[in-house]
Nanobody, 123 residues
Framework: VQLVESGGGSVQTGGSLKLSCAVSGFTYNRYCMGWFRQAPGVEREVVATIGSNGSTRIADGVKGRFTISQENGKNTLYLQMNDLKPEDTAMYYC??????????????????WGQGTQVTVSS
């Protein structure tokens, strides 16, 4: 299984970025995928998750600004980020796991991770 993120970069406050995650070799039909982020000196936190049934969860701190979506089934995962703030600065990771139990977990208990893409928001 391979997950490869892209789309990070540097933007000013209020700007937008769309992160992509190309997923290959992931054969589970019931699954969760998600975006997580980690800033220096801070614990990794969930940003958004999406299940194989299409249900999504968005973290409170980014609700209304970020959207998670998929294309081509589970092959490409996106994170649309609007109205970015300096506190959104972090390394962003996509992750995937099999999941059969309903709402996707928001902990870091995902089996597969990408290498991360840096997002920097300046004021």
């Amino acid at each position: 299984v391979q997950l490869v993120e892209s789309g990070g970069g540097s933007v000013q406050t209020g700007g937008s970025l769309k992160l992509s995650c190309a997923v290959s070799g992931f054969t589970y039909n019931r699954y969760c995928m998600g975006w997580f982020r980690q800033a220096p000196g801070v614990e990794r936190e969930v940003v958004a998750t999406i299940g194989s049934n299409g249900s999504t969860r968005i973290a409170d701190g980014v609700k209304g600004r970020f959207t998670i979506s998929q294309e081509n089934g589970k092959n490409t995962l996106y994170l649309q980020m609007n109205d970015l703030k300096p506190e959104d600065t972090a390394m962003y990771y996509c992750a995937a796991r099999s999941w059969y139990f309903g709402t996707c977990p928001t902990s870091g208990s995902y089996a597969y991770w990408g290498q991360g893409t840096q997002v920097t928001v300046s004021s």
